[in-house]
């Protein structure tokens, strides 16, 4: 059984900062790609940002230069650093890791369960 379980998040001013953490735990091979994905009401849901194992990143041009994503590969945990928060920012973020299975080899998307970002004055 694997679970991603996300930390951070609430609520914040523009221009203020928060920070994400997600990690995965359960009986698995390896973690590839680990991201964050994010829905506004009445919005799809959209990729923030993501990594690779080799620590390359992709970052939304919506929030380059603000967001920053890291990880550590032996924690197998992903982290979301965002700052100068703009009221767009608000949504539900959701963390996500691409995992090969123990058995088998078999690569799966894995979602941890949402954080709410509100950004209001």
């Known amino acids: 059984q694997v679970e991603l379980v996300e930390s951070g998040g609430g609520s914040v001013q523009p221009g203020g900062s928060l920070g994400l953490s997600c990690a995965a735990s359960?009986?698995?091979?390896?973690?590839?790609?680990m991201g964050w994905h994010r829905q506004a009401p009445g919005k799809e849901r959209e990729l923030v940002a993501s990594?690779?194992?080799?620590?390359?990143?992709n970052v939304a041009d919506s929030v380059k230069g603000r967001f920053t994503i890291s990880r550590d590969n032996a924690k197998n945990t992903v982290s979301l650093q965002m700052n100068s928060l703009k009221r767009e920012d608000t949504a539900v973020y959701y963390c996500y890791a691409d995992i090969i299975s123990a058995w088998g080899r078999r690569e799966s998307r894995y979602w941890g369960q949402g954080t709410q970002v509100t950004v209001s004055s």
């Open positions: 359960g009986s698995f091979f390896s973690v590839n790609v």
């Open positions: 990594i690779s194992s080799g620590l390359n990143t």
